[in-house]
């Protein structure tokens, strides 16, 4: 693994999240709408799910709560120890533009705006810092 992927990482799993919490959030809104019940038949199979409708998103809406809450904390040390490996390098300007980039999820224009620079000088900054970063021996790989 390079530099570039392991420090993507974080975007990745970022961007994993905010899917899953897209997705609880239309399964709350599921378990909030409780269907009536139905009486046009004319009689009940034995083998039927009696649950009520919305139990079946309730169940659904816990583990992938569940699976969010352990995503959030392989991301809370996904980006601490890409914030150990952006501070071993040594030029500030490409730890910055690493740390906007890996830990804000920045894009090119806004490390631009907040640094002062051209798209031009960001990338180079960029290039260059990569190469100065070391991807740890055990890194976490998500």
Not at 81 to 88: E, H, K, L, P, Y
Not at 113 to 133: K, P, Y
Request: charged share 30%; net charge negative.
């Amino acid at each position: 693994m390079n530099a570039k992927e392991y420090l993507r990482q974080s975007y990745r799993l970022d961007q994993r999240i905010a899917s899953d919490i897209e997705e609880a959030k239309y399964l709350r809104e599921m378990a909030g709408s409780v269907s009536s019940i139905r009486y046009d038949r004319d009689r009940l199979q034995g083998t039927r799910n009696t649950d009520a409708p919305f139990m079946k998103s309730l169940e659904k809406l816990w583990e992938l709560e569940n699976k969010i809450s352990k995503e959030l904390e392989m991301l809370s040390s996904l980006k601490e120890q890409i914030r150990d490996v952006i501070g071993t390098v040594e030029d500030m300007d490409e730890r910055m533009v690493l740390k906007y980039r890996y830990i804000h999820n920045m894009t090119w224009e806004q490390i631009g705006c907040d640094l002062n620079a051209d798209a031009r000088t960001i990338r180079r900054w960029h290039g260059n810092a990569l190469q100065h970063v070391t991807v740890p021996e055990n890194p976490i790989i998500i």
